[in-house]
């Protein structure tokens, strides 16, 4: 059975920092791409970065420059770096991986909560 949990969420004030974890588990974690996404009280779900199996990364122009996306294939597990935040990073925070052609999986979220 595959579990993402998420964790490293909380509240800090802006400009602060955060890292958050995703740890996987029942899943062959290092052929895996892997995403973090974001949702904000009233908003639809938004993609923030990927990084694949072989670690190539990408962000969201909201992302970019602040936050990192990494991962550590020994304990299988992703993380994200966000740096500078905003409190309009204020959002849970899911990871996701999504088999080509097959199923989706996502964790149950941290909370990310930053006060001006």
């Known amino acids: 059975q595959v579990q993402l949990v998420e964790s490293g969420g909380g509240l800090v004030q802006a400009g602060e920092s955060l890292r958050l974890s995703c740890a996987a588990s029942?899943?062959?974690?290092?052929?895996?791409?892997i995403m973090w996404y974001r949702q904000a009280p009233g908003k639809q779900r938004e993609w923030v970065a990927t990084i694949t199996s072989g670690g190539l990364t990408n962000y969201a122009n909201s992302a970019r420059g602040r936050f990192t996306i990494s991962r550590d294939n020994a304990k299988n597990t992703v993380y994200l770096q966000m740096n500078s935040l905003k409190p309009d990073d204020t959002a849970v925070y899911y990871c996701r991986i999504s088999i080509p052609l097959g199923p989706d999986y996502w964790g149950q979220g941290t909370q990310v909560s930053v006060s001006s």
């Open positions: 029942g899943i062959a974690f290092s052929l895996r791409t």
